[in-house]
């Protein structure tokens, strides 16, 4: 079992910054990748971004140059710097983390973002 906690959402106005922060907790699973996806409403939930306990990265064409991802894999924690937010960036931001063995997919309760214009 994984337990994901996330924090750092909230309002900003268009142009501002957030970051969120995810902690991953387990007595018993070594966790591989590490990410964010978000969901707006009424649409599908989407890969924001992602980055493996390696270092590899894989960022959403619609966020690249205005998010960056980063962990720290000593507290299995990831984290979400959001710069330059747009009305557009609004949704709950769920933190995903998949385990080396089996790929098991674990998600935390979301966080909300809203980006006011």
């Known amino acids: 079992q994984v337990q994901l906690v996330e924090s750092g959402g909230g309002l900003v106005q268009a142009g501002g910054s957030l970051r969120l922060s995810c902690a991953a907790s387990?007595?018993?699973?070594?966790?591989?990748?590490m990410g964010w996806y978000r969901q707006a409403p009424g649409k599908q939930r989407e890969l924001v971004a992602t980055?493996?306990?390696?270092?590899?990265?894989n960022v959403a064409d619609s966020v690249k140059g205005r998010f960056t991802i980063s962990r720290d894999n000593a507290k299995n924690t990831v984290y979400l710097q959001m710069n330059s937010l747009k009305p557009e960036d609004t949704a709950v931001y769920y933190c995903?983390?998949?385990?080396?063995?089996?790929?098991?997919?674990?998600w935390g309760q979301g966080t909300q973002v809203t980006v006011s214009s």
């Open positions: 995903n983390a998949v385990t080396i063995i089996r790929t098991l997919s674990y």
């Open positions: 387990t007595s018993r699973f070594t966790i591989n990748a």
């Open positions: 980055i493996t306990s390696g270092g590899s990265i």
